[in-house]
Structure formats: structure tokens, C-alpha cells
């Protein structure tokens, strides 16, 4: 079976062919194409929804061109060689969302193939059970079921949320984010060290050369009962400390931005309060439930530094490659390999507010 997928949630636009059988095997990727607005919203040091839409409709008919005739679907007059299309539903960008609802409900009827639709978020977990291309033709790629029972943790630039899966398909949901999203807290912070968006790999880079005693931010929630988030007083404490600097620096006619290792040092201060809460709550939950693994998942669990602490633990650590870490098509084509339930073009619409049904 191969389904083409498609992704346009956000600022990313993304298009993925993917091959394998429902239920038995992890898929392997034959195509994914990503087209971003990134750079138009690096400016505004954040998304403006009106825009990604609008590139959203520049870039969807050329991202799905171009994943299929990558992945050998396209013979001239001809409809593709795919089974279905699946399409994120949500949740996101209502205008972002419409662009690749609508277009997969044209495409679904022109071709007249079913549609799988898929929730973002179960998206970013399955780019955990996507395969490897086989060596030889007998080898099958493999499924991941010793993977469960399993914590998935999905830190995005949207989303932090904590998710017990018992199996593929009965997922429970343990906490969430009260405020902001820990993807969030990195480009927000970002943005006060005068960072474009998304800050988040530049200040793992800075972190790097940071001087681990010059700042301490609060680690909020760390020692509740709870399985929640919250990363806006991390966000003020920051703020705080920056307006301080600032003074003295007036202080002491000093102008400009912020100098290289003091970013460095907001850097690794920042981040080393987010990756402990985030490892420090996912270990609990996965102490709690006695769970054979964990999943990362969203664009987070890009950071190097992040996956490191959760591999000094010794849990089994389950990551996607980096650039399946971030938006993409592919993992909502995988997502649809073990949620597949087929609807038609009519009972298909865009859910903003989706959280953890469909
Ligand atoms: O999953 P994603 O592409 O989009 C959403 O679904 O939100 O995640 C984007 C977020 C941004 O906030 C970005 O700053 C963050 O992921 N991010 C990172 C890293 N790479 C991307 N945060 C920390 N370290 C990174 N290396
Ligand atoms: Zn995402």
C-alpha cells in the first residue's frame, strides 16, 4: 500500500509518499518534501497566521508534484499510483489547516481515493515507527511493538504533552502545558536575546559555550504532583534578568544587543531549566507506568542536548531523525499506517482545536 501525505498545520508545507503494509510493518519513505515560510516569520520573530496561509497555497500543489513524481507515482495521463491520501486535520492554523484539507478533498475526489485523516499530534509520535529502506528484497522492515507500553513526549512549538501508549491506537493522555509550549519558551526567549524565530536550535548551539554558573531560572511545576507544564514564568524570569542587564549597561552608556557569551550564558541557563523539567516529568511518568520505552516527538526532541539527558538515564530512548523531529508529511503518512480508517471527501474537515481524538 502506498499513501501520499499531507501536512500544512503550520509554517511548514510537506508532501510524503510512503510505502508498507497497514498494521504489520513500519512504513519506509519513498518521497517527503518540505517547503517553509520560516524565513518571512524569522522577521516577526513569530508566525503570522495570515501569511504561512498564504504560503501554504503558493507551495501545496508544487510539494505534492514534486513528492510524487519523487517517489515514482506519477505515468504521464495517468492517476497516481497511490491507495489513499492522508491529511493532518489537526490540530493548528485554521488557514494553514484549510490549504492542505481542501486540497487533499479535490485531489481524493479528482482521483476519487479515500482519505485518512490524521491528528498532528499522533503524527509527530509515529515518526518513531517509520523504517528503513531493506537491504535486500526479502527483508521486511520490522514493527516496533516492543516499544509498549510507552510515554511519548511531544514538545513542540505548540504543543508539550505527555501521552501514555498502551498500544497502537489506545493512547491516554497524562498533562500538558498550562501556558506556553516549550518550543515556545525557547523562541520567546530567543527573542528577548534579539534571536530571529525559531530560536530554539540557535540557542542549543549558544548553550554550548555557556557558562553554567552566571544564571539559574526557576524549573516551574518541577515538583508537583502533576504530569503539567508551564514555561511563562521561565519566560518572565528571563525577562527579568535581561531588563537588569540592561540597566547596568545604561548604567554604564554601554549600547547595543547583548554581548556573544552573554547570550551564550541566557542560552545555556534557558535551556538547562527546560530539558530538566521536560526529562524530569517524562521519567516519572515512565517510573509510574512502568513502561518498556520512551517516545520523543516534535521539534524539541531536535535537540541534541535534550536527547542526551534522557539517554543518561537508562530507559530505552526512542528519537526520530532530526529532520523528522520538525514538521513534516512523512510522519503523518506513517500515523496513517496504524490509524488507517478510510473517509470520503465529504466527511473530511479542518479541526483547529483538535487535541487527543479525532
Ligand atoms: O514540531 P515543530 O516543527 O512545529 C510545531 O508543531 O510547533 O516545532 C517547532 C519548534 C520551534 O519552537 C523551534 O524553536 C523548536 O521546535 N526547535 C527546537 C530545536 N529545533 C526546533 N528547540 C530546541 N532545540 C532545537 N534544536
Ligand atoms: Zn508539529
Not at 184 to 202: Q, S, V
Request: aromatic share 8%; proline share 5%; with cysteine.
Amino acid at each position: 500500500m502506498r499513501i501520499l501525505a499531507i501536512e500544512t498545520s503550520c509554517d511548514e508545507t510537506s508532501a510524503a509518499v510512503l510505502e508498507g503494509e497497514i498494521g504489520k510493518e513500519n512504513p519506509i519513505i519513498l518521497s517527503n518534501i518540505i517547503a517553509s515560510s520560516v524565513i518571512l516569520h524569522s522577521k516577526t520573530g513569530g508566525i503570522i497566521p495570515e501569511i504561512a496561509a498564504r504560503e501554504q497555497l503558493r507551495y501545496i500543489i508544487p510539494v505534492v508534484d514534486k513528492a510524487l513524481i519523487k517517489a515514482g507515482c506519477l505515468k504521464q495521463g495517468k492517476n497516481p499510483i497511490i491507495d489513499a491520501i492522508a491529511v493532518t486535520v489537526g490540530p493548528g492554523l485554521i488557514g494553514s489547516l484549510l490549504v492542505g484539507v481542501e486540497t487533499t478533498k479535490t485531489l481524493a475526489w479528482i482521483w476519487n481515493k479515500p482519505i485518512i485523516p490524521i491528528n498532528h499530534l499522533i503524527g509527530h509520535i509515529y515518526a518513531n515507527f517509520i523504517g528503513n529502506k531493506p537491504k535486500t528484497k526479502n527483508q521486511k522492515p520490522k514493527i516496533n511493538n516492543d516499544y509498549f507500553p510507552a510515554i511519548a513526549l511531544i514538545a513542540s512549538g505548540g504543543h508539550t504533552d505527555l501521552v501514555l501508549l498502551k498500544k497502537h491506537g489506545v493512547i491516554q493522555w497524562l498533562g500538558g502545558t498550562r501556558d506556553d509550549a516549550a518550543g515556545e519558551a525557547f523562541d520567546k526567549i530567543g527573542r528577548l536575546l534579539g534571536l530571529p524565530y525559531p530560536a530554539g536550535p540557535m540557542i542549543e548551539k549558544f548553550a554550548h559555550e555557556g557558562n553554567s554558573k552566571r544564571f539559574r531560572f526557576p524549573r516551574p511545576l518541577i515538583h508537583e504532583n502533576t504530569f503539567d507544564f508551564s514555561f511563562s514564568g521561565l519566560k518572565t524570569a528571563v525577562l527579568r534578568e535581561t531588563q537588569k542587564l540592561q540597566r547596568d549597561r545604561q548604567n554604564n552608556s554601554i549600547e547595543g544587543i547583548f554581548d556573544y557569551q552573554t547570550i551564550c550564558d541566557f542560552s545555556y541557563a534557558a535551556q538547562a531549566a527546560i530539558i530538566e523539567v521536560l526529562t524530569k516529568k517524562t521519567l516519572e511518568a515512565s517510573k509510574k507506568y512502568q513502561t518498556k520505552s520512551i517516545l520523543l516527538g516534535g521539534g524539541v526532541a531536535a535537540n541534541q542536548t535534550l536527547v542526551e539527558a534522557f539517554r543518561n538515564s537508562d530507559n530505552k530512548i526512542i528519537v526520530p531523525q532530526k529532520l523528522l523531529c520538525t514538521d513534516n508529511a512523512a510522519m503523518i503518512g506513517a500515523a496513517a499506517f496504524f490509524y488507517y480508517e478510510e473517509k470520503n471527501w465529504k466527511q473530511v474537515t479542518a479541526k483547529p482545536e483538535l487535541y487527543f481524538d479525532l
